[in-house]
T-cell receptor
């Protein structure tokens, strides 16, 4: 079983839809990161969460430490949101190196 | 806004040749990471530096790969000789101190194709 699991693996939606991507982890963590990777390779950090909820524009990230679960939501989705969204947690036993989820490939159709 | 710089962006080489990638992290960032990402997979950490020191290079294939960060600023990753299986995106990232809450900032990557 992977230490960080994401669902769904692939998600296709229509422009304007509300999007939810889920991340579950089995290791003890002090923080969780959500990142975005566009075709072509660039990776951008979206959020670092240690508790509760964070919002940036149309993106909202939540974390439930007790349930070991985090969600990334996109409101009013747009084709430019099409990307791979990755959940990652720092490995507290290994210099806080990131343990990466497999990613969720999101396609938003106009 | 400060960015992590990488060059070249693309590199095509023949197997058995030597290749080198360069990374300039955000100014003041002590921690520098080199990742390899094969298409369709997540990034794999190759080496982590704290200033000029290697913190972890356990996943670096040391028979052919080498990495250095001599003055604790920019860094070079070298492959010699390149093999077909080395074709991948090589990503550099930096963070302030490499702690659990630090954000890693990624460069645009170098896409390597080995023929």
């Amino acid at each position: 079983k992977n230490e960080v699991e994401q669902s769904p693996q692939n998600l296709t939606a229509q422009e304007g839809e509300f999007i939810t991507i889920n991340c579950s982890y089995s290791v003890g963590i002090s923080a969780l990161h959500w990142l975005q990777q566009h075709p072509g390779g660039g990776i951008v950090s979206l959020f670092m969460l240690s508790s509760g909820k964070k919002k940036h524009g149309r993106l909202i990230a939540t974390i439930n430490i007790q349930e070991k679960h985090s969600s990334l939501h996109i409101t009013a989705s747009h084709p430019r949101d099409s990307a791979v969204y990755i959940c990652a947690v720092p490995n507290m036993d290994s210099n806080y190196q990131l343990i990466w989820g497999a990613g969720t490939k999101l396609i938003i159709k106009p | 806004e400060a960015e992590v710089a990488q060059s070249p962006r693309y590199k095509i080489t023949e197997k058995s040749q030597a290749v080198a990638f360069w990374c300039d992290p955000i100014s003041g960032h002590a921690t520098l990471y080199w990742y390899r990402q094969i298409l369709g997979q997540g990034p794999e950490l190759l080496v982590q530096f704290q200033d000029e020191s290697v913190v972890d290079d356990s996943q670096l294939p040391k028979d052919r790969f080498s990495a250095e960060r001599l003055k604790g600023v920019d860094s070079t990753l070298k492959i010699q000789p390149a093999e077909l299986g080395d074709s991948a995106m090589y990503l550099c990232a930096s963070s302030k101190q490499g702690t659990h809450t630090d954000t890693q900032y990624f460069g645009p990557g170098t896409r390597l194709t080995v023929l």
